[in-house]
């Protein structure tokens, strides 16, 4: 073989693999786009939320953190939601129109700061460590804080989110917030990129079924997502595929628990806060277990709610640090409770405001 020949064999041999590299590169690029669940916010979104504050801007000055309100009150107005990130704990005082935070829970409530009182009935805060988010559940509005040397400043808003949005969690497999309007049967997806706290409402997902209905939450559990809805006449919960939202199955629920609150799914039970029956009576108020939702009109259930003295309305549960956290109102005294979950049911129950 002539040397000219071997020459034009080695480029034309090269020129393929400088080719077939690039093609191989761009084919796994389209792949990788196409397979990605949640694109970034910033290159597709629907609107984004309007920035109220800048504190990484040149004029931004930080408040010395003693000057941040103590909560005013000594006790919890109609508590809605509990949680934890990191080493701080929110509590939602709904009918004292404020979120408080503090680093233990058992100070004095009047030792507790006050994060946001610019709220009128929020029902729940969520967080990825980054943002947190707020529901304005009577302002139809997102608030977001971020944290700066350990004060919460408010940076961002996003209006006319629904009719009366009254659920919020931030769901990590997705990295995405989730944001009920609980009248409206619309949830609300927010996002923000990796590197920027700037939030992005990114899409709106509508049950017809729910939308004259008021459902008071939602419970994502791996590829599911549940609704609690007292439906008119067939009061039922939901399970619907999360990447969908269409419904999968349908499970009726009895007149008495038409009103529930929130599904929690525990060590292979089922528990459900109940808030009114299907008339609206609060005297219904209880929180059932159940091991089969498909059963529950035939009375397979156990009412639980005497592990927490009774006759007021169970509200909202967390799972914070290996326990559970359930908000209670109408008994003074009996705002916030820890208990754990076991196979046979409730235990170690200590009520903590």
């Known amino acids: 073989m002539s040397q000219r020949l071997l020459k034009h064999k080695i480029e034309k041999h090269i020129l393929f693999s400088y080719i077939f590299t690039l093609y191989l590169l761009f084919f796994c ?12 916010p910033s290159a ?7 920035q109220i504050l800048d504190i990484e801007g040149a ?8 000057t941040i309100p103590k909560n005013p009150y000594p006790d919890l107005s109609v508590p809605t939601y509990v949680t934890k990130v990191e080493d701080t704990w929110f509590l939602v005082d ?3 129109d404020q979120i408080i935070y503090h680093d233990n829970l058992s100070d004095p ?8 009182d610019e709220i009128d009935k929020g029902h729940t805060i969520a967080s990825d460590g ?6 304005d559940t009577e302002g139809n509005r997102i608030l977001v804080f971020e944290k700066k040397e350990g004060v919460f400043y408010h940076t961002q808003t996003l209006d006319a989110v629904g009719n009366r949005p009254h659920y919020i969690l931030y769901d990590a497999p997705t990295d995405t917030f989730y944001v009920w309007s609980s009248m409206s049967g619309e949830m609300y997806l927010c996002r923000h990129d990796p590197d920027s706290p700037q939030m992005y409402l990114t899409e709106i997902r509508k049950i017809e079924s729910l939308a004259d209905t008021y459902v008071r939450s939602f419970t994502i559990d791996g590829e599911d997502i549940y609704f609690v809805s007292g439906i008119p006449g067939s009061p039922a919960i939901l399970r619907a595929d999360l990447s969908t939202f269409a419904i999968e199955e349908t499970y009726p629920v009895p007149d008495a628990m038409a009103g529930m609150v929130q599904l929690t799914i525990a060590k292979g039970s089922c528990y459900l806060t109940i808030s009114t029956d299907i008339a609206g009576n609060q005297d219904a108020a209880t929180m059932v277990r159940t091991e089969d939702l498909s059963q529950l009109t035939e009375g397979a259930y156990e009412d639980v709610y005497a592990n ?5 309305t169970p509200y909202y549960i967390t799972f914070i640090d290996n326990s559970y956290y359930l908000t209670e109102h109408r008994i003074p005294g009996h705002a916030v409770w820890k208990f754990d979950v076991t196979e046979n049911g409730i235990s170690h129950v200590e009520a903590i405001y």
């Open 29 to 40: 690029g389209i792949l990788t786009a196409c397979g990605t669940d949640a694109p970034l």
């Open 44 to 50: 597709e979104h629907l609107r984004a939320f309007e």
């Open 59 to 66: 004029g931004f000055s930080p408040v010395p953190a003693e």
């Open 94 to 96: 709904c009918y004292h």
């Open 109 to 116: 409530l009047t030792d507790w700061q006050v994060l946001t």
């Open 130 to 135: 980054m943002v947190y988010l707020v529901d």
């Open 308 to 312: 927490f003295i009774g006759g007021g």
